[in-house]
């Protein structure tokens, strides 16, 4: 299965996405993620990275399909793919149409998961993460078991620097703007299945829904 995951920043992407990778197998690509580690490691192309995600701009398609062109390459494997935050604009979206041509591959399926404004702000402000291994939590929905503490590293738990309620808004306006576009685009796909997910129910509904959605795409491939 290759799947692309959508959703507004926030809507729970990444947290389901790593519940999929251990029910499905398939490898979990975050664009994020990977730009995150690139920032951290100091690189010039990591401070370039840092000028559009700090300010909550999406970082330029050139860029953007260079990093995750090579990254599919080297990831994408019989169990699959899924790809968190990437496309996230049109022409990203035909610049990977392009590549899994090339290799006489494609996509199988579009996730959207949804979740309103005020949900998306309450998600992120509350968004606390490992430094060590990554792993996300939530101030209130989804705490970790010590205070601030994560679970399995016992490390402080921190704040990405994008998470603030200015950047968010910006964040939103680039999801609104570049963004949205893509799934008209996939929709308009005859091959490409697109299943809506509602993202504002608890956690584990999210998982259900998603699991149920994603058996029945492949009972049709
Ligand atoms: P969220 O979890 O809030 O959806 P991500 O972790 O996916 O955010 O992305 C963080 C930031 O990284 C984005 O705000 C953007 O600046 C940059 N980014 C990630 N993926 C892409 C992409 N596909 N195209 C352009 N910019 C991206
Ligand atoms: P995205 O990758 O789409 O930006 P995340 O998976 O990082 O979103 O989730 C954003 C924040 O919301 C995190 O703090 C996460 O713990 C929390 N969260 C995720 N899913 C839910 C949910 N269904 N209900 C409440 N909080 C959630
Ligand atoms: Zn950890």
New binding site residues.
């Given amino acids: 299965m290759r799947i692309v995951l959508m959703?507004?920043?926030?809507?729970?992407?990444?947290?389901?996405?790593?519940r999929l990778v251990d029910k499905f197998g398939m490898a979990h690509l975050?664009s994020?993620d990977i730009f995150r580690a690139e920032k951290a490691g100091g690189s010039a192309l990591g401070q370039k990275l840092a000028e559009y995600m700090d300010a909550g701009q999406l970082v330029p398609d050139q860029i953007v399909v260079e990093i995750m062109a090579k990254a599919i390459t080297s990831c994408d494997s019989p169990a699959g793919l899924l790809l968190?935050?990437f496309p996230r604009t049109v022409a990203q979206a035909e610049a990977l149409d392009a590549q899994l041509d090339q290799a006489g591959k494609s996509l199988d399926g579009v996730v959207v998961?949804t979740?309103d404004e005020d949900?998306?702000v309450?998600?992120?402000t509350?968004?606390?993460?490992c430094p060590d291994c990554g792993k996300?939590?939530?101030?209130?929905?989804?705490r970790p078991q010590n205070d601030n503490l994560c679970d399995k590293c016992n490390v402080q738990l921190v704040q990405r620097a994008d998470d603030t309620e200015e950047v968010i808004r910006q964040r939103l306006a680039a999801y609104n703007r570049q963004t949205e576009p893509v799934i008209a685009y996939y929709r308009g796909r005859p091959n490409v299945q697109t299943l809506f997910v509602n993202?504002?129910?608890?956690?584990?509904?999210?998982t259900a829904d998603l699991v149920r959605g994603l058996e029945q795409l492949k009972t049709e491939m």
């Fill in positions: 959703g507004p920043p926030g809507a729970g992407k990444g947290t389901q996405a790593k975050s994020g968190d935050g998961i979740a949900e998306i309450e998600r992120i509350g968004r606390r993460s996300v939590y939530h101030v209130k929905y989804l993202g504002t129910q608890p956690p584990d509904n999210v």
